[in-house]
């Protein structure tokens, strides 16, 4: 059973460029998170979705960043005019819809905004 | 507000020694706290959890971790580490204030090393 899938594992994108971040989620599950992992910080929460639902995105940026969950395909997460702020690593985990299972994260989106 | 303290930036072992890792949280309502564990260039592998019930969990690779609520600490040991313990560790606390036990709060981490 494969495990979270995040693409890609690197990404380069000069400042003004778009940034898309894909993550497929474990077979089974539902539930899918965004997570921003700053330098040397813990992670922040970003976003939650079900499929084709947005559930609650209040730690998402209010202009250029946007997340998505179709019914068929991976998650999305774009990010608009990418500015060097933006540098980071984006975890995304997924979850079965069952109370209280547990997050199980993707290796992650190294971007590098140049 | 929720916040979880994680004191110790880095710590440094050496193998076969005893380890606990310092986890301090604020949280409005009964809380839901999880460790996890980063390897370089990898995602977040759950050791443990703790929802409710007996306060010292077992979790993976022989790590337990003991709630104290009195304390507001949630503090991660393993008896005798191994040199592939070496990783990044995150205390991370959730419940019903985060809108659901999923939207977790974590510390900055703390970066073991260890010694041959």
């Known amino acids: 059973n494969a495990g979270v899938m995040q693409n890609p594992r690197h990404l380069v994108r000069r400042r003004g460029q778009e940034a898309r971040l894909r993550c497929s989620p474990m077979k089974g599950h539902s539930h899918v998170y965004w997570y921003r992992q700053l330098p040397e910080e813990g992670l922040k929460f970003m976003v939650y979705?079900?499929?084709?639902?947005?559930?609650?995105e209040s730690g998402m940026p209010k202009e250029r960043f946007s997340a998505e969950f179709p019914k068929e395909g991976p998650s999305i997460l774009r990010i608009q005019q990418v500015v060097r702020g933006d540098s980071a690593a984006y975890f995304c985990?997924?979850?079965?819809?069952?109370?209280?299972?547990?997050?199980?994260f993707g290796n992650g989106t190294r971007l590098t905004v140049t | 507000a929720q916040s979880v303290t994680q004191p110790d930036i880095h710590i440094t072992v050496s193998e076969g020694a005893s380890l606990e890792l310092r986890c301090n949280y604020s949280?409005?309502?009964?809380?839901?706290l999880f460790w996890y564990v980063q390897s370089p260039g990898q995602g977040l592998q759950l050791l443990l959890k703790y929802f409710s019930g007996d306060t010292l969990v077992q979790g993976i690779k022989g790590f337990e971790a003991e709630f104290k609520r009195s304390q507001s600490s949630f503090n991660l040991r393993k008896p005798s580490v191994h040199w592939s313990d070496a990783a990044e560790y995150f205390c991370a606390v959730g419940g019903d204030l985060s809108g659901g036990y999923n939207k977790l709060i974590f510390g900055a981490g703390t970066r073991l090393a260890v010694h041959p």
């Open positions: 949280y409005g309502a009964t809380p839901y």
């Open positions: 979705l079900q499929k084709e639902n947005i559930i609650d």
């Open positions: 985990a997924s979850s079965p819809p069952q109370p209280n299972s547990p997050l199980h």
